[in-house]
Structures are given as C-alpha cells and as structure tokens.
C-alpha cells in the first residue's frame, strides 16, 4: 500500500543516515476505504492528493514541536511516499489515517515531496498558528491556509541527499 508519511527536513537527515525511518508503529496517511467512501467522486488521483495533503499538515505539527527545540530549523513541511505491506487504519485520528506497523526502509521510499525555500517563512508561521487554529483561530487558520497554498515538490528517491546538500 502507498502510503505518505509526515517528516522534517531532519527527518530526511535520518533517513539517509540510518537507512529507515523509526520504528513502528509509524503514523502516514493513505488512501483508505474510509477516504474512498467520504471522497466518493474523486479518482485516484485526487484521493492520493488529499492523503498527501493531510500528511502535509502532519508535518506541519512535527515542525511546530522541532522548532521550540530548534528555532534556527528550516521550516519546510516533508512527506515521504512509500510502499508499505502492513498498515492498520487509525479512524480515530483521520478517515485517512494510518499506522505503519513493519519499518520503513530507504529502498521502501518511491518520492518524497518538501517545500522549496520561497515557502519557509509561511510554514515557520503556519507550524507556530497550528494550535489556534486547531482551537478556532479565523487568523491562525488563515495563516495555516497560506503555508498550503504552496505546492510541495516532488522529488525522486535518489535525490534525497542532493536536496539536503542544497538547503
């Protein structure tokens, strides 16, 4: 199953240098039954889209918590795609919501999509309003709306470490 799982810049960072992403369960997003039935005219396409999107704003939650820790971190939201066997869905959290429960090494990853660096001073703001706007914010969730209004690129798994070499 193709799944998109959330991740940082950093988490790239470790990808490459340990071979995998964690240990699972890993939370990801895919196309799940739940998404097909609530996305019910949408193609593949799209309902892939959606999951990529909402691992989009999984990302934006891992940046808000790195940067408390690291507020010189680039801020820009990643998703690794990869192909996975074993998944278990995680309704509770999302109609597309799921746990990678095998881990997931690097030969595992097809694409990953990141930021370029026009989008780090929206996401960096996005990531800080996430929480208010979770709560009700009408200005946070603008802010939020804003960072996704940037388009991810994409890029090929073997172009992981020219991208982190570049910044």
Known sequence: MRVYLPSTLSGLRTLLDTGGLGEPPLP?????????????????????YAAMTLAARASLRLLDRRLLLEPDLRARRVVVVAEVGAVEPAPDVDRAAVH?????????????????????????????????????????????????????????AQEIGPLLELG
Do not use: C
Not at 30 to 48: F, H, Q
Not at 132 to 141: H, I, N, Q, V, W
């Open 28 to 48: 990801a997003y895919a196309v799940t039954g739940a998404l097909r039935e609530w996305y019910a005219e949408g193609d593949e396409e799209e309902l892939e």
């Open 100 to 156: 990678v429960l095998e881990p997931v090494p690097l030969r595992l990853v097809q694409a990953v999509h990141v930021d370029d660096a026009e989008a780090e001073a929206d996401v960096r703001a996005a990531a800080e309003a996430l929480v208010e706007a979770d709560l009700g914010s009408e200005d946070s969730a603008f802010v939020v709306e804003q960072a996704e209004g940037h388009e991810l690129q994409w890029y090929a």
